[in-house]
């Protein structure tokens, strides 16, 4: 979605769609190793107690914090087109665009909550 508005933002540019499509490309097949990844290392075991219906976690990889950096990197490649984009847009025009600003907001936003949270 944020790789359509940035697309959007630069003015529909077939060059800035295809880096982002390839830089999209090339976190997404690391992602995907690594989720399928992480859901084989996961055991699971009866439960301590014997009445509960439920799974009990005994053990599981920490690769799963790759594929969270691996998403922090594109968001962030993401907000750097953004900013770049809104700040050579505000050099250059005296009067903002209204669309433009609140997809610029919107992006930004987006991303400081995704990576806080």
């Known amino acids: 979605m944020f790789i359509l508005r940035t697309y959007a933002i630069w003015g529909r ?12 490309t ?16 996961i055991t699971i075991s009866e439960p301590p107690i014997p009445n509960i219906t439920s799974c009990y ?5 920490r690769i799963i914090v790759a594929a969270y950096v691996l998403l922090v990197v594109g968001e962030f490649e993401i907000i750097c087109f953004t900013l770049y984009r809104s700040i050579t847009h505000y050099k250059s025009l005296a ?7 609140t997809l610029i907001q919107h ?7 995704g990576v806080c949270a």
């Not at 090339?26 to 290392?41: D, T």
């Not at 976690?57 to 990889?61: L, P, R």
């Open 95 to 101: 009067s903002g665009n209204p669309l433009l600003n």
């Open 26 to 41: 090339a976190i997404l097949i690391p992602v995907v190793y690594i989720l399928i990844s992480f859901g084989n290392s």
């Open 13 to 24: 540019s077939r060059k800035v769609l295809i880096i982002l499509l390839c830089c999209f």
């Open 107 to 113: 992006n930004i936003f987006y991303f400081i909550c």
């Open 57 to 61: 976690n005994v053990g599981e990889s």
